[in-house]
């Protein structure tokens, strides 16, 4: 069954979400991918957020650039968890970050970092929120965090060379 929804506002947004679908994938956690937007298809929006939890969607992560409106539309509508991430944009993502960041008291967003790092850090997000009842996930969380230390290790022996 699915278990994270990612939704982005167009294709053009995909290079970027390919990295929270690639830490997806690093954790095994099944997941569907679709284009949804609150601008050019609002009842597509709505519709997504009705069926999500339905199909046992437990998180949305939800990508757009610009007016990016997309994130806090689709958490007006569900009580799903939804992670933002701000997409780089003409004015370099700065439009989109505050689009999905400053949300009104009430609705929240989490909202990670502009671009590729943003989307990388929504999928281990994502995988931490369902590591949190899911011991298998957060056995696979805790080795990438060793990795991520071991990979320290290695620059400091390459700083040191
Ligand atoms: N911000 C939104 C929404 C939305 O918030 O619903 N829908 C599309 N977009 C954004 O428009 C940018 C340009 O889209 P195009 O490249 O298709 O012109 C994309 O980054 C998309 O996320």
Redesign the pocket.
């Known amino acids: 069954m699915v278990k994270v929804g990612v939704v ?6 995909w290079d970027t979400m390919k990295q929270c679908c690639d830490m997806l994938d690093y954790f095994d956690i099944p997941y569907e991918k679709d284009i ?5 298809t609002p009842d597509d ?1 709505f519709q997504y957020a009705e069926l999500a939890r339905g199909k046992g969607i437990n998180v949305i992560i939800a ?8 994130p806090g ?1 689709l958490a007006s509508k569900t009580t799903i968890p939804v992670i933002g991430v701000p ?1 780089t ?1 003409k004015l370099n993502g700065y439009d ?1 970050l505050l ?1 999905i960041v400053q949300m009104p008291g009430g609705v929240p967003v989490a909202t990670m970092a502009v671009g590729a790092a943003g989307a990388k850090n929504a999928g281990i997000f994502a995988a931490e929120m369902i590591g949190s009842f899911e011991s298998e996930v957060a056995a696979k969380l805790a080795y990438y965090k060793k990795e991520l230390e071991n990979r320290v290790e290695q620059m400091r022996g390459e700083l040191h060379e």
Not at 8 to 13: E, R, T, V
Not at 36 to 40: D, G, K, P
Not at 63 to 70: K, N, P, R, T
């Open positions: 982005m506002g167009s294709i053009s947004d949804v937007s609150a601008h050019r929006l990508g757009a650039g610009g007016a990016a409106h997309l539309m997409i944009s989109s689009s």
